[in-house]
């Protein structure tokens, strides 16, 4: 930390020995430091997506080739952010502009008195930074530097600055007012670039609502505005671990809807019949969403992952079913002789094994240990959808095994019709 800023972790008791959460107390410590004149507070929770670090959990980079053009957009950016409900200590990664004293050099002038830009500035910077290619070498061998520059009461008045000399190449000392001119004004603290392009970072914690309901937000609030030629917005951080994280469980959620499908084929010789065992899919989804909106849990990446985990679970009912359907109906019974036996029969397997599966996942998704809330939503995604799925299981996919039957045989009959083969033998 500098001189005018310093950091602070405050680590909490267990969650059984205190009465607020740690959204509450970190609300209540903004109110209060903010009470105190001159000092900017700003409050942030530890994530829990790796690699995130310290971030906060919603960051927007603005870029551009502009400096001017990026500062401006981030101030006006920061105003919108801070109106978006859920936001809290909306700030930029670069600090207030400060003083600065800017050389204005006349090449021309600069050039007639047998200087060089490389001597002018060499020269600046020794007196007001030093320079320190020089060591110094003690008996027990350490090495330090010697910092060769004017004295305080040289460089401690910024109007002294047109005064400093400037040796030519004929050793000739010309003062700097001679060939530039000294303007004050105020100047960034310090220049990030992004992609070889200027940026500036504006971060945002979130309180009381997810921050992905709030990035969206802000997404549809930037889409509204118009920006100078050139800067661009782009999330950062979390946000965008998030949305690789998503993508990328989109993928592997769509991957092993794929593999059951090539799977179930493979067994039943069929590419129809897998469609009624997929059907239980759509049933664990819904199950699922309708678990977290009533424990009023956020899609995030464990309540993620629990769906992706439960496609093989909830299509094993589906494939009980299915299966002893086909046997059904090798020993000569009807579509709906079958689906009947098949659903006394396998009715017992399939409430015994979901029961456990859901009694097994309660402790998960009634944890009240610490962090636990991160991994409840996967306990009740798995609960939801393994719940919904064993009760429409057994209604839906008899009545889409019978529809896909019935337009097995349409098919088959009109083939028949076409080529004079029975393909129902």
């Known amino acids: 930390s500098t001189s005018y800023q310093t950091s602070m972790t405050v680590v909490l008791v267990p969650k059984d020995k205190r009465s607020r959460s740690a959204n509450q107390i970190g609300r209540m410590l903004r109110g209060r430091l903010r009470q105190i004149p001159g000092v900017k507070v700003y409050v942030s929770e530890p994530s829990v997506i790796p690699g995130s670090g310290g971030q906060a959990p919603i960051q927007v980079a603005i870029n551009g080739q502009n400096w001017d053009d990026v500062s401006q957009t981030a101030d006006r950016i920061t105003k919108l952010m801070a109106r978006i409900p859920g936001t809290a200590d909306v700030r930029l990664s670069v600090d207030d502009p400060q003083p600065e004293q800017n050389v204005q050099v006349d090449r021309d002038k600069m050039a007639s008195m047998g200087l060089s830009m490389a001597n002018v500035g060499q020269t600046l910077q020794l007196a007001l930074t030093g320079n320190t290619d020089s060591k ?74 997810a921050s992905g309901d709030i990035g969206n937000d802000i997404k549809a609030a930037l889409a509204k505005e118009k920006f100078p030629p050139g800067v661009n917005t782009a999330f950062v951080g979390t946000l965008q671990n998030q949305a690789d994280s998503f993508f990328s469980l989109a993928l592997a959620l769509l991957a092993a809807v794929v593999f059951v499908y090539l799977i179930m084929s493979a067994l039943y010789n069929s590419f129809i019949y897998p469609f009624a065992v997929l059907f239980s899919v759509p049933l664990a989804i819904i199950g699922a969403l309708l678990a977290l909106a009533l424990t009023k849990n956020s899609l995030a990446v464990f309540s993620i992952m629990g769906i992706i985990m439960q496609i093989g679970l909830v299509s094993k009912n589906a494939i009980l079913l ?60 798995l609960i939801g959808g393994l719940a919904c799925s064993m009760a429409m299981t057994l209604v839906v996919v008899p009545v889409v095994y019978t529809q896909i039957e019935r337009l097995r045989t349409y098919m088959s009959e009109k083939a028949a019709e076409w080529t004079g083969t029975d393909f129902m033998d």
């Open 322 to 381: 299915v299966d002893f359907t086909n046997k059904g109906r090798e020993e000569g019974l009807s579509i709906k002789e079958a689906l009947l036996q098949a659903g006394r029969e396998r009715l017992r397997p399939i409430l015994m094994t979901t029961l456990t599966m859901i009694f097994g996942m309660l402790p998960l998704a009634l944890s009240k240990a610490p962090s636990a809330e991160f991994k409840n939503s996967m306990g009740w995604a």
């Open 136 to 209: 110094f070498l003690d008996r027990d061998g350490d090495e330090y530097d010697i910092n060769v520059m004017l004295d305080q009461a040289d460089r401690s008045h910024t109007s002294e600055v047109d005064n400093y000399t400037v040796a030519n190449k004929n050793g000739q000392l010309i003062p700097v007012n001679q060939f530039a001119n000294i303007v004050s004004s105020m100047g960034p603290s310090e220049l990030q670039r992004r992609n070889r392009s200027y940026s500036i970072t504006i971060n945002a914690q979130a309180v009381g609502r």
